[in-house]
């Protein structure tokens, strides 16, 4: 058991200093006044000193075997490594397969899921890829989220964009239905994660998939729809009529048609959608190419889990209060992803905490009660890291 005393809780609301209890993977106890605990329990105290605690991030857009692929084989991203996500302060991740769906499918995400379970972090995942019909463990969508533990939706699933299938309305449907009937079955999210490029349809296809059907618009989850500015006020409009949408923490130029992080979070927060219906990612581990003037790769960037601190520090530095900031990584994508126990710092939830330092780095991180990064050093690393 560890006892983490003076610690400013955002749980995502702001609670104050509060004394924390943990101890088998759980917060046990949580008071302003600190508790006389049994000599006999021989409880380790970190005293946090007034640091912000927050729940650890959630990353629900992670490349957890690797992406890209996009420039030659040569273009594969490897793995990003256990610390890559730690360090960061992120605790959870989703993983997923994109435009690489064919050199890499489902066995193969479930078995770096698994891997980064047996590391401590959680993890989950969803079958399918960029392409239709999509890559699965079972043969089916259904029956891989039905039956395969960690597999909870299916994605990324690629619309409006050259390297998607050019999925139809129908085939959109059908996918939609799979994963909201086994999602029901499972008690899981049961959602269709799907990428958004940059092409001129933006999000038609789900506008129509609404009209058409009785899914409910929960089901359809939009990511990357900040890459576009036209795109970011379909999704605005798409979250008022009730689905969730992600915004992508990605690199965007001065004068790039594009909203960084933090400032499509402001817009969505102002623009008087339901602040509840939002999530930022980080697409970590897949590909972020540039392009010299003749529009050839000249180099390859790769995201990453930091850009989720980054972004958050960047609100909190614009004078957005961390308690409102703080739900788009964390609670939303808990409760959209319905991941229990995670997304908040409560009696009975999971121990996945992340004490910030003044300069907003994660200074302490523990996963399930376990210190993974203490002081700002990383103290548990993946099987084939080295420090
Ligand atoms: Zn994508």
């Not at 400013?8 to 209890?21: E, F, K, N, S, T």
């Not at 029956?143 to 409006?160: Q, R, T």
């Not at 038609?204 to 058409?212: F, G, K, N, P, W």
């Amino acid at each position: 058991m560890l006892l983490l005393r003076n610690a400013d809780v955002h749980a995502p609301q702001a609670l104050g200093l509060r004394h924390i209890l943990v101890g088998g993977g759980k917060v046990l106890w949580m008071g302003e006044a600190e508790p006389a605990l049994p000599a006999a329990l021989a409880v380790e105290t970190l005293d946090l000193a007034g640091l912000r605690l927050i729940p650890g991030l959630i990353d629900g857009h992670v490349h957890v075997t690797g992406g890209g692929g996009e420039a030659g084989f040569a273009s594969r991203v490897p793995a990003p490594l256990l610390s890559r996500y730690t360090t960061a302060g992120v605790t959870s991740v989703v993983g997923l397969l994109g435009t690489d769906d064919a050199a890499r499918g489902t066995g193969e995400l479930l078995a770096q899921v698994h891997a980064l379970r047996e590391a401590g972090l959680n993890a989950w995942g969803y079958c399918g890829g960029y392409h239709v019909p999509p890559t699965t463990l079972t043969g089916t969508v259904r029956g891989d989220i039905a039956f395969a533990d960690p597999l909870i939706g299916v994605g990324e699933v690629a619309i409006s964009d050259h390297r998607s299938s050019q999925p139809t309305l129908d085939e959109l449907l059908r996918l939609a239905s799979e994963a909201h009937v086994a999602g029901l079955m499972s008690g899981k999210a049961g959602i269709v994660h799907l990428h958004l490029g940059d092409g001129a349809r933006g999000l038609d296809l789900v506008r129509q998939a609404l009209e058409t059907s009785e899914l409910p618009p929960r089901v359809f989850q939009p990511t990357h729809v900040n890459r576009k500015k036209a795109l970011f006020e379909e999704a605005l409009a798409l979250a008022l009529r009730g689905c969730h949408v992600d915004i992508t923490a990605f690199p965007v130029e001065d004068g790039e048609d594009a909203w960084p992080a933090d400032e499509a979070l402001l817009r969505y927060l102002d623009s008087g959608a339901p602040p509840e219906r939002v999530s930022i990612s980080s697409d970590a581990g897949g590909c972020l190419p540039c392009f010299d003037g003749d529009g050839r790769v000249c180099g390859m960037d790769v995201g990453h889990s930091g850009a989720l601190l980054e972004a958050l520090n960047r609100l909190l530095a614009r004078g957005l209060p961390l308690e409102r900031a703080l739900p788009a990584f964390t609670s939303n994508p808990a409760a959209l992803l319905r991941l229990r126990g995670k997304g908040r710092i409560e009696v009975g939830g999971d121990a996945d905490l992340v004490a910030l330092d003044s300069d907003g780095r994660a200074h302490h991180v523990l996963l399930g009660g376990v210190p993974h990064v203490r002081a700002g050093e990383c103290v548990v690393r993946g099987m084939f890291e080295h420090s």
